[in-house]
């Protein structure tokens, strides 16, 4: 007997894992929705039912799939039309009847009720005349009263239906994705699941369709949103999608080649049903789409490079004549040409935030043509903004936004004309007040141009101020890179010299001659990544009396070249108690143990253990990237000037 069982589960486990490890199907393939011989068929009946709601008789096709039995109880799929159509709209241009029947011959969805109604809630519900006009179009939200008061139990008197939440699902292109949208997320107690098609601008804003996301991943089995990528409302899917993304809620995001038209809505209708009434896996929902969405660093109407859900990037590159392509995103992949000269690779999952690449035809490093370049790595490269949930305090919102200006002036430290970006906050041209500045530096092989453009500081600055979480201030982004200094291979002391008397003679004399700035110690800060955290550390200790706090991130002395770190210490140790009393805020941190300057960080940190350095520390994971420098000031700036 145990050794019968032994048998069976085993047998039930291998099974389970040959069917997690077939291929995800990822669309309707090749004839779907066309009819086949010999297989059974469902029926479709037209139907009419009392509405209370609207104070008439209204119509309503329903679908009762193959082998339909009285005696059996089925689950109920509520399908809806878009803006220029009725119950019929689906039938007649979604053929759904062929696609279920279709599926159910090959054993791919469960038995349910598919019940299309008018979508138009009122007493002239045809499609004709104008039919944007506002009382149409407000009869559409009606439809949701009809539904749950009149239609839904109608169909359940009628048919022997399965009347729980579990076993009710609704659905609906255009107009009639944002009623499944706003319907379904607005009623889970009624629905489990829910699935947009092309969904339509009267679509929800995301935190009205889930103002609790924990509710709606308890209760919803699947949300599905689907859209073609040259549709022109697939910015109202996209904004749900992100919402979703952004505090974890599972769904699909499903986006295919097409426009707004049923070769989507009936693939839409083939994948969606599938999921239906039965166990699904969430973690499986990343795998299900065929093209990712344009990366927001994209020049403008370039589809490609295209992030897929789970951060994945497919990059697509025109270049017949080459005969090597690679990106190079620290990772290098070798990409595939195709028959029209197009090479193609799809990569791991990338880095969230902010993230250097290059293409590499033939050897030689060039910037993508379809990206955004930023001054990187020495020189102009291409960069890619992968989503990131935890990367809300860098979002544009909707507050009052600061200003970045670009200013020209002459420094008398190096004789030369030089440039700075400024960041003034929301209100600064109409205020009398003197505001505190921030002095805030680049790493190396970057320029003035880091903080604002791959650092998004102004936007981490706006929502902090709007949030009452830092002080408004000023923010000068200076250049770090001082001529003839050997650049990072040939850092020494006059290097750090140099930018010490920019910043004392050039930087900070300009920023408080032009903006309206307090020009005392209490009011300036001075902080800088990597290459900036060591002009940091060398110009404000020095000059401890004036700043009152200094942030030094992703840095430290180096350990393995005592020539410049010891008189360093040495220093610090001459002048601790003078660096303690005026320094009130001395902060460091580090991206973890990935960060290349984690290990000089540490050995620094104990020696200033030994002196006696009063310093805060902080770390988050991510190495020595922007995402973690963006998190750096999100922490640091909100400590300054209080």
Not at 100 to 105: H, P, S
Request: overall charge neutral.
């Amino acid at each position: 007997m145990k050794k019968n069982l032994l048998s069976i589960i085993t047998a039930m486990v291998f099974a389970t894992s040959s069917l997690l490890a077939q291929k995800i199907e990822k669309e309707g393939p090749k004839g779907f929705d066309q009819v086949r011989t010999g297989i059974l068929n469902g029926k479709v009946e037209s139907l009419e039912y009392n509405s209370k709601t609207v104070g008439t008789t209204r119509k309503v096709t329903v679908y009762t799939p193959p082998g339909f039995s009285k005696n059996k109880k089925y689950p109920v799929l509520y399908l809806l039309h878009g803006i220029g159509g009725d119950e019929k709209e689906w039938l007649n241009g979604g053929t759904p009847q062929v696609i279920l029947d279709n599926l159910y011959a090959e054993g791919k969805i469960e038995p349910m009720i598919v019940v299309m109604p008018n979508g138009r809630a009122m007493k002239d519900d045809s499609a004709t005349g104008n039919i944007m006009a506002p009382d149409k179009v407000q009869a559409f939200a009606t439809f949701e009263k009809d539904l749950l008061n009149d239609l839904i139990p109608f169909i359940e008197k009628k048919y022997p239906t399965l009347k729980d939440r579990e076993h009710r699902a609704i659905a609906g292109l255009s107009m009639g994705g944002g009623q499944s949208l706003n319907f379904g997320l607005g009623n889970l107690d009624k629905f489990a699941w829910v699935g947009g098609f092309s969904s339509a601008p009267n679509t929800k804003m995301p935190q009205e369709l889930v103002p609790n996301p924990e509710e709606a991943k308890k209760k919803l089995k699947l949300l599905w949103i689907s859209c073609g990528d040259d549709d022109g409302l697939i910015s109202f899917s996209k904004r749900t999608h992100d919402y979703l993304y952004k505090n974890n809620v599972p769904h699909i995001y499903y986006i295919e080649p097409g426009v707004h038209d049923f070769k989507v809505w009936k693939n839409g209708l083939y994948m969606f049903s599938q999921f239906l009434f039965k166990p699904v896996d969430p973690s499986s929902f990343e795998k299900y789409t065929i093209l990712g969405t344009p990366a927001e660093t994209n020049i403008r109407n370039a589809k490609y490079p295209q992030i897929l859900p789970d951060n994945r990037v497919v990059f697509k590159v025109k270049a017949p004549e080459a005969t090597k392509v690679q990106i190079d995103l620290g990772k290098k992949y070798d990409m595939v040409k195709d028959s029209e000269g197009f090479w193609n690779v799809t990569t791991d999952v990338v880095n969230k935030g902010f993230n250097y690449y290059s293409l590499l035809i033939d050897g030689v490093a060039v910037a993508d043509p379809s990206s955004e370049s930023f001054y990187g790595m020495g020189r102009m490269a291409s960069g890619i903004e992968i989503p990131n949930r935890e990367g809300d305090f860098y979002a544009l919102k909707n507050v009052p936004h600061g200003d970045i200006r670009i200013e020209k002036y002459f420094s008398k430290a190096t004789n030369s004309w030089r440039e700075m970006y400024v960041y003034t906050p929301p209100g600064y041209d109409k205020s009398t007040e003197k505001y505190p500045v921030l002095y805030l530096l680049h790493g190396g092989g970057e320029d003035q141009r880091g903080w604002a453009t791959q650092g998004k500081a102004n936007l981490i600055l706006d929502n902090l101020i709007a949030e009452n979480k830092a002080k408004p201030m000023v923010i000068a982004m200076i250049d770090g890179n001082m001529a003839n200094t050997g650049g990072i291979q040939g850092f020494n002391e006059n290097a750090l010299k140099a930018f010490e008397n920019e910043l004392k003679m050039g930087a900070i004399p300009f920023v408080e001659s032009n903006f309206k700035v307090a020009i005392d110690a209490k009011n300036r800060a001075l902080a800088g990544l990597s290459m900036g955290g060591l002009q940091t550390l060398y110009t404000g200790i020095k000059n401890s009396e004036m700043f009152s706090s200094i942030g030094v991130f992703s840095s430290g002395w180096w350990a393995n070249n005592s020539t410049l770190s010891d008189p360093q210490y040495e220093f610090m140790k001459n002048n601790a108690a003078k660096i303690n009393s005026n320094i009130k805020e001395f902060w460091i941190s580090m991206g973890g143990k990935e960060d290349i300057a984690y290990e000089n960080c540490k050995i620094m940190m104990s020696k200033f253990d030994q002196m006696g350095i009063k310093y805060k520390y902080s770390e988050y994971s991510g190495g020595h990237s922007w995402p973690v420098w963006r998190h750096d000031l999100f922490m640091y700036a909100p400590l300054l000037f209080r």
